[in-house]
């Protein structure tokens, strides 16, 4: 009887212990499924699952895109456009990144070009492609299965933006270099707000910010175009209507002479080389006092288009043009090269930073 039961009751363990053993592995193969993603909510409130792991990131727009290389280069998986003569200040690496395209503007981006990526995440914040959650619900089905993540559209704001670069840098695990960028940018506004708070009215630098080739176009003050002369207790003195968009309305040579500004800020190379030798502009006072300034803007504009994070800098520059002396103890040099180093990954020679920071004109 022994020797019948022995066998019948190794039969009946194996049979036991096999199931078990299949379950276990089951369970490891589980385990390992969730923790190759997460959930997560974006700044719209939808639920997301996404990847655990984010190595590679597509922004639909430059300031999204910006803020990614900013905080995060090394996942950026392309850029929307490139003006390669003014992206020279920059690494290789991230130089040579596809251009990608994307929606913004006046443009439209292709799904395919995207998707050929094979981004883990798709990052949609301010765009101009109608409202937020209508973009992204048209992203969200053209994309399939590469989640789309909102973010809010004040990361174009100066002001405004930590909240986004904050809730980007958890996102993509650089929470670190978020919170540098979020104490730098801090370090200026709580400065720069210190010391033009209290500048009467009537003592208020009057500025002119020219676009285009001929200086007239301009933007209004409450425009995120301008923003940094409001920023930077500026008058602009530009009195017509605000656009959206892209702004720049047209205005007469007549009209910048009746405002006739202190300060001309710019960001076209072409007006700021040819101003002070054109008689129509003689007059102005800005002229005059030789007060005509050509915004830095390698690899990214620093006080306009495109707008995002790095307006920061632009920020800093454009109160030393306004109040230099409110604003004497600010060392644009070395913030360039801080800011350079930490947030645009490149470090700059000593003849770099002497071409940004005092553009020579054309003989």
């Not at 803020?67 to 996942?75: C, G, R, S, T």
């Not at 003014?86 to 130089?95: G, S």
């Not at 209508?134 to 989640?147: D, N, T």
């Not at 101003?275 to 002229?287: P, R």
């Amino acid at each position: 009887m022994n020797r019948i039961m022995f066998p019948i009751c190794a039969i009946v363990l194996l049979l036991v212990v096999i199931p078990i053993s299949g379950c276990a592995d089951q369970t490891e193969l589980s385990v390992t499924q969730q923790t190759d993603v997460v959930q997560t909510m974006d700044m719209l409130g939808r639920n997301l699952t996404i990847s655990s792991e984010i190595d590679c990131v597509v922004a639909t727009s430059p300031p999204s895109t910006i803020l990614v290389y900013m905080i995060a280069p090394e996942k950026l998986g392309g850029w929307n456009f490139v003006k390669t003569y003014n992206h020279t200040l920059m690494n290789e690496d991230y130089f040579s990144l596809p251009v990608i395209g994307g929606w913004f503007g006046t443009q439209t981006g292709n799904y395919e070009t995207v998707i050929g990526i094979e981004p883990d995440i798709v990052i949609e914040g301010y765009t101009t492609d109608g409202q937020l959650n209508e973009a992204i619900q048209r992203r969200q089905e053209s994309f399939g299965s590469i989640p789309v993540v909102a973010i809010d559209g004040s990361i174009i704001f100066v002001e405004d933006s930590d909240p986004t670069i904050k809730y980007v840098g958890k996102l993509l695990g650089c929470e670190d270099q978020a919170e540098a960028l979020i104490a730098f940018r801090s370090s200026i506004l709580n400065d720069i707000d210190i010391k033009v708070s209290d500048i009467p009215e009537e003592e208020k630098v009057r500025v002119y910010y020219a676009k285009g080739p001929g200086g007239l176009k301009t933007d209004p003050s409450g425009s995120q175009h301008s923003q940094v002369i409001d920023i930077c207790g500026g008058i602009n003195v530009a009195d017509c209507p605000l656009t959206p968009g892209s702004g720049m309305i047209e205005v007469s040579i007549e009209q910048v002479m009746d405002w006739n500004p202190e300060v001309i800020m710019t960001s076209n190379t072409q007006f700021y080389e040819s101003v002070c030798s054109d008689s129509l502009w003689a007059s102005v006072d800005a002229v005059v006092n030789e007060r005509v300034y050509l915004s830095p803007q390698n690899p990214f504009c620093w006080i306009d288009l495109p707008q995002g994070p790095h307006l920061i800098i632009g920020t800093a520059w454009t109160a030393t043009v306004l109040y230099p002396e409110l604003f004497e103890d600010m060392d644009m040099e070395q913030l360039t090269r801080d800011f350079y180093s930490q947030f645009l990954h490149y470090e700059l020679t000593d003849e770099e930073l002497n071409n940004l920071l005092c553009p020579e004109l054309e003989s």
